[in-house]
């Protein structure tokens, strides 16, 4: 594996919601490196809002096709709480909470966002709806 200062940066711009808490929901993902920009979306009709936070990321994370350096943009306080804080602790508890209860969204968690080949950088801060997104974070609705 190439030493992480070696490493292609990206950039990933996530974002997921349901109408409803569970309810028909989506997810999207902007990846960008230098010029490139790839857009990715999905959706599930019966889930949560913290499953498709999740499911953005973890898609995004999946195309890399190499070892990379991810800045990950996130409104997600449960996505950045989870890469920044939680999922070392989850690895470790063998996916239990601190008080041993079984990870919530396990399913999705186990899939990783930090595994072999990615060298997280930083998570940044909720700021949606703040009039400060990346202009290109918005996906129209539709019903």
Known sequence: ????????????HTDGGCDGNPGPGGWAALLRY????????????????????LQAAIAALKSLKEPCEVTLF???????????????????NH?????WKPVKN?????????????AMGQTHPPNCGRGNQHPRSRVPETR
């Open 1 to 12: 594996m190439p030493e992480s200062g070696s490493w292609k940066k990206i950039t990933i």
């Open 34 to 53: 230098g010029d490139h920009v790839r857009e990715m979306t999905g959706g599930e009709p019966a889930t949560t809002n913290n499953r498709m936070e």
């Open 74 to 92: 996130t409104d997600s306080e449960y996505l950045r709480g989870g890469i920044t804080e939680w999922l070392p602790r989850w690895k470790a």
């Open 95 to 99: 996916r239990r909470t601190a008080d």
């Open 106 to 118: 396990r399913e999705a968690n186990a899939a990783g966002v930090t595994g072999p080949g990615f």
